[in-house]
């Protein structure tokens, strides 16, 4: 990856501006200029820039002065130079707000023949270093990276220190950044193009609010579009949990909370982050719809105004030709200024956005919303790729392969778990093609049907929908077809007909 810096904490972004031209660039305010009682005073209007304030003191507002970006102070390390005996320093990739980043050739992976590697080391700058918050908030980071192993969300490895380096090792990508891309398309991109990007932010953001997770400062430079035109949401060094009830008091939560460095970035903050409340993933919707905003149409919704200032101007989104009602009321839904207003979680907003049928529980009557064929392959085409892939134990799959049937089962659950069963029977029938016969994709299918039946026959809902659907299922291949629990249910069904 070359001509690559990294934004605030170290993600990439192509290019080489100064400071004074880096929208994205990381700002520490000192603790003095804070927030409180003082005299309030006015955020940057067009400022994409992450801003980081104390909040040491709660208040109702968050507004300050301008801070004064700090760089990485320091010597930058070397080509060469070894660290932990371990990673050989290739190159510099960038330098952010709060640190540098470098390629490395990873000695322990070249030793068992790996074929990448290659990783990018962020390095923490000194002037951080000197800050034991910031030590945290970078091991914080690396703990909560490490839970989200998902297809849409960039993978970091590991946070260690040598000496009186602190660093921790991502995965490296190569592509562009997506404000880049953005930049590339000053008048948005097409609708199908577009949609497939907004899926699979949401599917990484639903994902990490699933784990109650919320990034806090989801925005284009933390976002990564792949070559192979994947996305990855990149840096969630200051993400926050989410409100919990019950909260123990030992908890890692009590003890740092990222949240307490007061990270955001003005033109992508909801109006709840400016007032200092609870994190909410309703938060992170705000800034994805902005971003769904952008791809369409290459403009801010706002022109990069503040949401607790558009909402006093009373502005709104001018409307994008081309979308459907249900797409723009979802979009539009997704920029309220109020949170109660606002679509409450990723999955929420996809779900909305691209009208997936959902579940209703009533007293009299369920609708099972399902599809009679999924978004990716109808079942001819599904029994033709089953039938001429061998049949290969799961651990010989090629990693790649792996990682997106795990994510496919866990996107599976947590749609399952909002209920948009039609999306959650997306997922598991795609796990199943990318390995047949697999007993957790077999369980996953046989599981969805039997509590959807439960739900339907509890409600005394309709079942014509599930029916055709489980015969789809069953007409994927010989082996789902003599699943027990799948040819009984069925049967009833079928019964259920007459």
């Not at 192509?14 to 309030?40: K, M, V």
Request: charged share 25%.
């Amino acid at each position: 990856m070359s001509n690559n810096k990294p934004d605030d904490d170290g993600t990439y972004v192509r290019g080489a501006s100064t400071p004074a031209e880096d929208q994205d660039a990381t700002f520490h305010r000192p603790a003095a200029a804070i927030l409180g009682n003082a005299p309030q005073a006015k955020l940057p209007e067009s400022q994409v820039a992450t801003e980081i304030v104390s909040r040491s003191d709660a208040s109702p507002a968050v507004e300050a002065e301008k801070g004064t970006q700090v760089s990485a102070a320091g010597q930058d390390l070397a080509v060469g130079t070894v660290i932990k005996d371990r990673f050989v320093i290739q190159g510099l990739l960038g330098r952010g707000g709060m640190g540098v980043v470098y390629s490395a050739k990873d000695l322990r992976k070249e030793e068992t023949q790996d074929r990448d590697p290659f990783v990018a080391m962020k390095v923490l700058g000194e002037a951080y270093r000197r800050d034991q918050r910031m030590i945290v908030a970078m091991q914080r980071e690396a703990r909560k990276a490490q839970t989200l192993a998902h297809p849409n969300i960039s993978t970091v490895y590991d946070f260690d220190r040598d000496g009186q380096l602190v660093f921790l090792t991502m995965e490296m990508l190569q592509g562009d950044p997506l404000d880049e891309f953005i930049k590339k398309n000053p008048h948005g991109i097409p609708k199908e193009q577009a949609f497939g990007i907004i899926r699979g932010l949401c599917l990484g953001l639903a994902y990490a609010h699933n784990k109650n997770i919320i990034h806090s400062d989801f925005k284009p430079a933390n976002i990564f579009l792949t070559e192979d035109n994947r996305t990855k949401i990149l840096d969630f060094g200051i993400a926050r949990a989410g409100p919990v009830s019950n909260l123990d008091e030992s908890s890692e939560v009590t003890q740092f909370d990222a949240g307490t460095l007061g990270a955001l970035t003005p033109a992508y903050a909801s109006c709840e982050m400016f007032a200092g409340l609870e994190p909410h993933p309703a938060d992170d919707v705000y800034a994805l719809a902005i971003v769904s905003y952008q791809l369409l149409t290459g403009k801010h919704p706002f022109d990069y105004i503040p949401a607790y200032k558009a909402q006093q101007q009373g502005l709104s989104p001018a409307h994008i030709k081309g979308l459907k009602r249900r797409e723009w009321r979802a979009l539009e839904r997704g920029l309220a200024f109020d949170r109660d207003d606002r679509s409450e979680h990723a999955a929420v907003f996809l779900r909305e956005f691209e009208g997936s049928p959902r579940i209703r529980l009533a007293l009299a009557a369920v609708v099972v919303g399902l599809v009679l064929t999924t978004g990716y392959l109808v079942y001819e085409e599904s029994r033709k790729i089953i039938a001429n892939r061998p049949e290969v134990a799961f651990s010989t799959l090629p990693e790649s392969v792996q990682q997106q049937f795990n994510a496919r089962l866990e996107d599976g659950r947590m749609l399952e778990s909002f209920n948009d069963y039609t999306s959650a029977l997306e997922q598991y029938k795609v796990a199943y093609l990318l390995h047949p016969k697999n007993p957790q994709a077999v369980t996953a299918l046989e599981d969805f049907f039997v509590k959807v039946y439960a739900l339907s026959e509890e409600q005394g809902g309709q079942v014509d929908v599930l029916r055709d659907n489980l015969a789809e299922v069953l007409a994927m291949d010989g082996y789902l077809a003599n699943r027990t629990a799948l040819k009984s249910l069925a049967q009833r069904l079928n019964n259920a007909k007459q």
